[in-house]
């Protein structure tokens, strides 16, 4: 695991020194630098993840705002404390209006660089994690793609959830990268220009997770690093018993109270769920009194296999920005190929569906377009039992007449549930009339899901 590197830079060597050893002995490798030559080739030589850095150098007591403000002019997004004497607290306050991150007054204490060290660290890795997020374009346009009603209808949702500061509980399901949609809410909001965090429930371990959390006595917890903007719990249904409670103390007061400091934030709180999160609470594994006040507002993802319509789209989407996502040439599938992919019931859904599709391009480097063979086994074994899902034993104790027409039924049924129940579009598929269509389905029984749907609604 590499070291965090921090810079320190100050004319005064024991000053260097010092705090050289201090930061050491925690496990940060450090640089030194006593003007600002050294300090400017040091950052851009090494790229730091933070900088101490003294305001008063070789007798000009306004020499480390100069350098701050070249640093800031490099848009690295490095976290500036700047080292005041108490003659310039004054101009560090100054600093910090100028984009430093914090001040820590000479003589220091030890226990005080060191938080402010560890939180300027924690916000540079937050920075880093958002800017992630940011350039992941293509991941967040594709909840968009398709002419299902969630995928006409998400824009909207957003953006009205955006402008509220209500909590949001998204249903979802397993291979749904839910974090950025919460991305989004936060980058649409008021608080887009304070801390977006993310915390994996599923990663909880009890008491390390608690303190993760809510803090201690001297560390700020994740609660405390959103305050302002917005927090993030993705599978929070994973929750121990003991951070249920707490979350749901702090959810109701705005403050949750340790051994020696009441915790306070005002961040959003995001939270999303890949389990049956009435289950867990009729079976008390989830508090009920939890999701009520975390479901203000509800976001429902369905499965893939529940807006067939969309899978067409979305393999369109990854295959025409293939270079930029994979980084491989853009072809496209055969018809064989497509008919799989749409029958799929795609069980890890949108990222199962952008991993094939990058697999399926990897395994026909130097083919023209993407034939079935390309296709993983999981795809073409689950496209044979659809297609040929008849009984091969019930068939032999058939007449010809009635063995083809428990064919043709659970062919067509197939066709149709690939086709999301439209008739055009399956009747232009198997070569035939659209009226023809409508009378072998009705003569064989079959009524499209669609259809269904429709005369339920009505």
């Known amino acids: ?38 300090a400017i080739s040091l950052i851009k030589e090494s790229r730091p993840n933070l900088i101490f850095l003294d305001l008063w150098i070789e007798k000009d007591e306004s020499a480390g705002l100069k350098i701050l403000e ?18 310039t607290i004054d101009v560090a306050v100054q600093a910090i209006q100028k984009g430093a991150f914090d001040f820590i007054e000479k003589p220091f204490v030890i226990d005080r660089l060191l938080i402010t060290c560890k939180r300027a660290l924690e916000m540079y890795q937050l920075q880093r994690e958002n800017f992630a997020l940011k350039i992941n374009k293509f991941d ?12 006409l209808s998400i824009e ?38 304070l801390p977006f965090v993310c915390v994996n429930c599923f990663s909880n371990n009890g008491e390390k997770f608690f303190a993760e959390l809510f803090g201690s006595e001297k560390i700020y917890g994740y609660l405390e690093k959103a305050d302002g903007g917005t927090i993030f719990l993705e599978d929070v249904t994973k929750l121990h018993k003991d951070c249920q409670n707490g979350l749901l103390q702090f959810l109701q007061n705005g403050t949750y109270l340790l051994k020696n400091r009441k915790v306070c934030s005002d961040a959003r709180v995001i939270c999303s769920s890949t389990e049956d999160t009435k289950f867990l609470i009729e079976s ?22 529940e807006r067939r319509n969309d899978i067409l789209p979305l393999i369109n ?3 025409s920005h293939s270079d ?6 853009s072809r496209k599938f ?84 690939r086709f999301s129940g439209n008739i055009s579009k399956t009747a232009e598929f198997i070569g035939m009339e659209r009226s023809a269509l409508h009378r072998k389905l009705k003569n064989l029984g079959i009524v499209s899901e669609r259809i269904r749907n429709s005369k339920v609604k009505k």
């Open 1 to 38: 695991m590499n070291k965090e590197t921090i810079l320190i830079v100050d004319d005064e060597a024991e000053v260097r020194s010092l705090m050289s050893d201090v930061l050491s002995d925690e496990g940060y490798a450090t640089l030194l630098a006593k003007n600002e030559a050294e």
């Open 70 to 87: 070249k640093i800031q002019k490099m848009h690295l997004g490095i976290p500036v404390v700047i080292i005041s004497g108490h003659g």
């Open 140 to 151: 967040i346009g594709v909840f968009s793609v398709g002419k299902s009603s969630f995928a």
């Open 156 to 193: 909207d949702t957003l953006n009205k959830i955006a402008t509220s500061n209500g909590r949001v509980f998204i249903d979802t399901k397993v291979g749904i990268e839910t974090k950025v949609i919460a991305y989004e809410i936060h980058k649409r909001s008021n608080r887009k220009d």
């Open 284 to 305: 008390s594994r989830f508090s009920q009194e939890l999701f009520y006040r975390m479901n203000i507002v509800n976001i429902n993802i369905p499965n893939l296999k």
């Open 317 to 319: 989407y990854y295959l």
């Open 324 to 329: 930029a996502i994979f980084g491989l040439k």
């Open 334 to 417: 055969t018809e064989d190929a497509l008919a799989i992919l749409q029958a799929y019931d795609w069980p890890g859904n949108i990222l199962q569906l952008k991993n094939i599709v990058e697999s399926s391009l990897i395994n026909s480097i130097g083919l023209d377009e993407i034939d079935k063979v390309a296709l993983p086994t999981e795809l073409t074994s689950s496209a044979k039992e659809k297609f040929v899902s008849l009984n091969v034993a019930k068939l032999i104790s058939l007449q010809i007449k009635e063995a083809k027409e428990h064919f043709e039924t659970d062919y067509l049924r197939t066709q149709i549930e």
